[in-house]
């Protein structure tokens, strides 16, 4: 929901500044996450070796969030840790 109403923000500005090729390189900088993630998913279903190696290396922090925390702090507090990976994650947050 959160990424729709985004979009509908930045196209109603570059509607009103008359101007769509704004609204298409928001677009495609939006769309990086969420394109990436979806490219994991495809790749995690397509070797299932990928999955128990993947499921393996994640922290049980992000499998199990702790119900004390809120959920953003929930999630983000394992990948603040230094790992070669963290900096690209952090990017992705």
């Known amino acids: 929901m959160c990424l729709a109403f985004r979009q509908a923000v930045k196209l109603a500005e570059a509607l009103a500044g008359g101007d769509l090729r704004t609204y298409a390189a928001e677009h495609r900088h939006m769309m990086r996450c969420p394109r990436f993630m979806a490219d994991v998913m495809l790749m995690l279903d397509r070797f ?30 394992p990948l603040s840790t230094s790992s070669a ?9």
Not at 72 to 77: G, H, L, M, Q, V
Not at 85 to 93: G, I, N, T, V
């Open 85 to 93: 990976a963290s900096p690209l994650l952090q990017e992705a947050w």
């Open 48 to 77: 299932p070796r990928s999955r128990v190696v993947t499921a393996s290396n994640v922290p049980k922090e992000v499998r199990r969030p702790n119900r004390s925390k809120p959920p953003s702090e929930a999630i983000r507090w």
